[in-house]
């Protein structure tokens, strides 16, 4: 008997075995949480199914694929690697019908998940002063500056949530700047600590060259604490993330972000309020300058 509905996780891909390996593994808790579902796996590169075999494998004895882009950006492989291979699957299986969630995406989950793992590496840092403690956001970079931004609004949601004068990026690759070059500017502005946060899903090598790196770093400035945290592996936020896109497609819903806004929620109810003594229809006047995608943290 056919399955109903395939969910497919299109990963990116690890030239070390075992960021594939770990992705493989989270696939599998997924499906325990969800027994019911099929779950399938396909990456982009690195790997042994690709996508294309991935979507075959997916739409075999099944009336529909729900692909979720199990990536944190959104450069080339989402916006046009993707919908380009979704194209030819359509024409390869036209008695199936395939649909595309949104990518995992930098918004209030992915904040949450980053805000949380700070804490963690403050505290083994016997909470420090946060006008001497550094943070650095660690991503892979990419070639699509809207991809690298997405990065950046995390950093200031992340900077006006707390105390901590210097927020920086990093990447490891394609776009600057370097980590190195970051910890140096942190330690001549004072900094006597510094916070690690690399923005990555699973282990590879990638993780393994940051490892190598606050080595040297620790090295170079043994004056300065540094604590590095981990890649994101099987942070429940993760699981709850990618069902939450599960929902959003099922809806037919997609939530803007600022959807959530307390600053949007104020204004309708002040928009009714207004309603109700004037019984009509006029758009409210306050300023409304918040930045649309801000988290809020302090709410």
């Known amino acids: 008997m056919p399955h109903d509905t395939t969910y497919l996780l299109v990963c990116h891909g690890s030239r070390g075995p075992a ?47 729900i692909v979720i882009p199990f990536i944190l950006n959104a450069a080339g492989h989402v ?69 690298n931004g997405e990065l950046a609004k995390m950093a200031r949601w992340i900077y006006e949530a707390h105390a901590h004068e210097l927020v920086d990026l ?12 970051v910890v140096q500017r942190q330690v001549k502005l004072g900094m006597m600590q510094i916070v690690i946060l690399p923005v990555y899903l699973f282990t590879g090598v990638l993780i393994e060259r940051i490892r190598e790196q606050v080595a040297r770093l620790r090295q170079q400035y043994p004056h300065v604490a540094f604590a590095l ?10 699981f709850a993330l990618l069902d939450q896109r599960i929902a959003e497609q099922a809806s037919g819903e997609r939530m803007l972000e600022c959807d959530g806004c307390k600053y949007r929620a104020l204004a309708e109810a002040e928009h009714l309020h207004d309603h109700s003594h004037t019984g009509s229809a006029h758009p409210h006047d306050h300023p409304h300058d918040h930045p649309h995608d801000h988290p809020h943290p302090h709410a």
Request: aromatic fraction near 8%; include cysteine; charge should be negative.
């Open 19 to 65: 960021g594939n390996h770990e992705t493989y593994a989270f696939a599998e808790r997924w499906r325990a949480e969800h027994p019911d579902w099929r779950i399938e796996v396909c990456f982009i590169e690195h790997a042994d199914v690709l996508l294309a075999e991935g979507l075959d494998r997916a739409a075999a004895q099944a009336r529909r694929v």
């Open 170 to 181: 990093a990447f490891t690759g394609i776009t600057w700047p370097r980590l190195e070059t």
């Open 229 to 238: 945290g981990s890649h994101f592996g099987f942070d429940p936020g993760i």
């Open 79 to 147: 916006k046009m690697e993707l919908p380009a291979a979704l194209a030819r699957a359509r024409e390869r299986h036209p008695q199936v019908a395939f649909y595309l969630t949104r990518h995992l995406g930098m918004g209030q989950e992915m904040y949450t998940i980053l805000a949380e793992q700070l804490a963690r590496q403050l505290q083994s840092l016997a909470m420090p002063d946060p006008r001497t403690t550094g943070i650095i956001l660690l991503g892979r970079g990419s070639s699509d500056a809207g991809a």
